[in-house]
């Protein structure tokens, strides 16, 4: 019994001297597996479900500054929510994700969408900079050109490795917004203010370019697949300063988890993070 199943694995592998099946073998994703040639540079998407009103929300926003200054993978988005000027007001997906039966209480912090980044952040760093790695079955890279008040902008992906039921979310985002913050920490500064004047919000997420929960593919995305996706329009109006944007692109999963993510600034030209 042993000898046939042997043939019939051999047979599998090597059909005739032509048609050869290659099966390649995916790798150790973790933090600190080696880089496997072919594979990409595996960033956290952190989402920080905030408020200007919010006392507790520095917390959160403390902790991505300290994740980011440990690590060059770490990808934050700001949601905005409530009575405040920068308030996303395309949460709802988001928060029927995240609290369906419930109001949605801020602060949260989300690691790659659906995991919950425990409190307090500020000590529990590791838990998002766990989530990166070297060898991610795929890469993403963006292109941007901003002009005469519009956007152009070109999100590519590239895959190592077999996908099905993926998604891609494309965000616009804005930095260095001025405003005061509510505050109930003493993370920024001695003791506890009860409002930080002039406050830099950054990562503050202004449009969607695609559905909040994701657009699905028409194409194959299989192993050895490039797609890009493009995206023209003009700057929207209450964008702050347009020099500010930033782009957030990202695949999640069928369960909605985030696989890979990547950032990018105005009239940047990114390749793919692919290990040679």
């Not at 926003?61 to 060059?72: C, G, K, P």
Request: proline letters at 6%.
């Amino acid at each position: 019994m042993k000898k046939y199943l042997s043939i019939f694995a051999f047979a599998l592998l090597f059909s005739s001297c032509s048609d050869t099946v290659v099966v390649k073998k995916v790798p150790d994703g973790s933090s600190t597996a080696p880089a496997v040639s072919g594979f990409f540079k595996k960033r956290v998407l952190i989402e920080d479900y905030t408020g200007t009103w919010c006392g507790n929300c520095p917390r959160v926003a403390y902790a991505i500054e300290q994740a980011m200054d440990q690590s060059d993978k770490v990808v934050p988005v700001a949601i905005h929510n409530g009575f405040d000027p920068y308030n996303y007001l395309g949460i709802g997906p988001l928060k029927d994700l995240i609290s369906p039966n419930d109001a949605l209480q801020l602060p949260q912090s989300r690691l790659n969408r659906t995991s919950t980044w425990t409190f307090p952040e500020p000590i529990n760093l590791d838990e998002a900079i766990n989530l990166t790695g070297n060898n991610c079955g795929v890469g993403l890279a963006m292109n941007s050109a901003i002009a005469n008040g519009t956007i152009d902008l070109n999100v590519k992906l590239k895959f190592a490795q077999d996908y099905s039921n993926i998604k891609l979310v494309v965000l616009l985002l804005e930095n260095q917004l001025i405003h005061d913050q509510t505050n109930y920490t003493n993370y920024f500064g001695p003791g506890t203010t009860p409002t930080i004047t002039n406050y830099v919000h950054n990562h503050v997420l202004r449009v969607s370019l695609t559905d909040i929960m994701g657009d699905a593919f028409a194409e194959p995305t299989t192993l050895g697949q490039t797609i890009t996706k493009n995206y023209h329009l003009a700057i929207p109006s209450d964008i702050t300063n347009a020099a500010n944007m930033s782009f957030v692109a990202f695949i999640v999963d069928q369960n909605n988890g985030a696989i890979n993510a990547r950032a990018a600034l105005p009239n940047e030209i990114q390749d793919f993070e692919v290990n040679p």
